[in-house]
């Protein structure tokens, strides 16, 4: 089955305590992004990548690193975390031609105390 | 700026009866537009694409509009169901000239009651 997977789902962690959020997809999709979504914000892009090696900021990449070391796994990693990053993360992954739709995760909700 | 806003915010409509939501874009040079529909604590999934020379397109009980002129868009639900309790996101993507880039409208969010 084609898809997108994250984790973890759910996490409660508190201020400065590094972690990683993984992402994996199975469709060999060359595109692949990080986004955050929080109440009356909608979905905002953190960081993307268009292939292997590849990564670019997107609108809200502060606190946030990702690499793309393989074509199927994107993590995005938060080195100190902050309460201003609890939110809602969703993974997405896409072909790259301009019609590629994009394929979401389930989402990890994050909350940083 | 590129941006894509959307209304209402949230509407509430009875089960049976239609809706239509809008989008609207500012991002050129365009390529498409995609509406997803997102459950509640679930990732968006793609319903719909519209390219610059589509006017309409039907998925079921869902219709998107395009007038690429106006910059405006519009996702149509027929007869709603329960099911179609979600938020709705109008996604544009400008063209290779604009890199690609995606702009994400701020989504509709629509409760249907029985």
């Known amino acids: 089955e084609a898809q997108v997977t994250q984790n973890p789902r759910y996490l409660i962690t508190v201020t400065g305590k590094k972690l990683t959020v993984t992402c994996s997809q199975n469709?060999?999709?060359?595109?692949m992004s990080w986004y955050r979504q929080d109440p009356g914000l909608g979905l905002r892009q953190i960081y993307y990548?268009?292939?292997?090696?590849?990564?670019d900021k997107g609108d809200v990449p502060e606190g946030y690193k990702v690499s793309r070391k393989e074509k199927r796994n994107f993590p995005l990693i938060l080195e100190s975390p902050s309460p201003n990053q609890t939110s809602l993360y969703f993974c997405?992954?896409?072909?790259?031609?301009?019609?590629?739709?994009?394929?979401f995760g389930e989402g990890s909700r994050l909350t940083v105390l | 700026k590129n941006q894509v806003e959307q209304s209402p915010q949230s509407l509430i409509i009875l089960e049976g009866k239609n809706c239509t939501l809008q989008c609207n874009y500012t991002v050129s040079p365009f390529s498409n537009l995609r509406w997803y529909k997102q459950d509640t604590g679930r990732g968006p999934v793609s319903l719909t694409i519209?390219?610059?020379?589509?006017n309409t397109k039907s998925n079921g009980r869902y219709t998107a509009t395009l007038d690429a002129d106006t910059k405006q868009s519009s996702l149509h639900i027929t007869a709603s169901q329960l099911s179609d309790s979600a938020s709705y996101i109008c996604?544009?993507?400008?063209?290779?000239?604009?890199?690609?880039?995606?702009?994400f409208g701020g989504g509709t969010r629509v409760l249907v009651k029985p």
């Open positions: 997405a992954s896409s072909r790259r031609d301009t019609t590629g739709e994009l394929f």
């Open positions: 996604v544009v993507r400008g063209n290779r000239a604009a890199g690609n880039k995606l702009t």
């Open positions: 469709m060999n999709h060359e595109y």
């Open positions: 519209m390219t610059f020379s589509e």
């Open positions: 990548s268009m292939n292997v090696e590849v990564t």
